[in-house]
């Protein structure tokens, strides 16, 4: 049971994603420019969210690598998209962070066009995971990112991140108000994963959903 829910996955669906997650993942290329998006029908999902929600740890956490993705303590450092190729089943896209205070207007502007742009056009891509801090909820800029996937017809599914800094409570409290909120957009896939990158907790469920889109 999970937050209440009977299991989504089965053991052997979760041994099957944990072996996919234990072969090799490498970093492709970064991606300042849709042009140089890689030629593959390769499906691919994509990680948002806002900057410093604790992506780059995510991702390194599903590897269990420190350095795969770069982690860094000034919000917005990731800038382009990256491509890292599992396995040759899947890309994942680490998608730049938005909403950090210090950005200028005309830089979140190119940030809004680049994704947009990009989740329109990308037909392989087979689900975007929108990262929530569980600590704050989801914030006006987050309901603003969730409009544009809206719009873009794209499906995506809300991740919550650093479940270990709050009580189970404020956990259980968080999930509902998300609940409530997804319940108003149309891509907004219904399930919610919880996890924690530092305590490994969720990992084996967003794994197998990964897995579940090859």
Known sequence: MENGRPDKFSPEQINEAQALFNKPCNFV???AKLDQLPLTEMGEVAFAGRSNVGKSSLINALFNQR????TSSTPGRTQQLNYFNLDNKIHLVDLP????????ENMV???????FTYLQGRVNLKRVF?????RHGIKKVDEETMELLDKAAVTY?????????ISAKALAETIKKTE???????AAYVDILATSS?????????KAEINSLI
Not at 98 to 104: L, V
Not at 109 to 115: A, D, G, V
Not at 198 to 203: F, N, Q, Y
Request: proline content about 2%; overall charge positive; aromatic content about 6%.
């Open 29 to 31: 290329l970064s991606v």
């Open 67 to 70: 350095k795969l993705a770069k």
């Open 97 to 104: 962070g938005y909403g950090f205070a210090q950005a200028p």
């Open 109 to 115: 502007k190119s940030w809004q066009k680049l994704i």
């Open 130 to 134: 929108l990262l929530i801090d569980s």
């Open 157 to 165: 599914q809300i991740v919550l991140t650093k479940t270990d800094k």
């Open 180 to 186: 409530e909120i997804i319940k108003k957009h149309g």
């Open 198 to 206: 530092e305590k490994k907790h969720g990992l084996d469920e967003l």
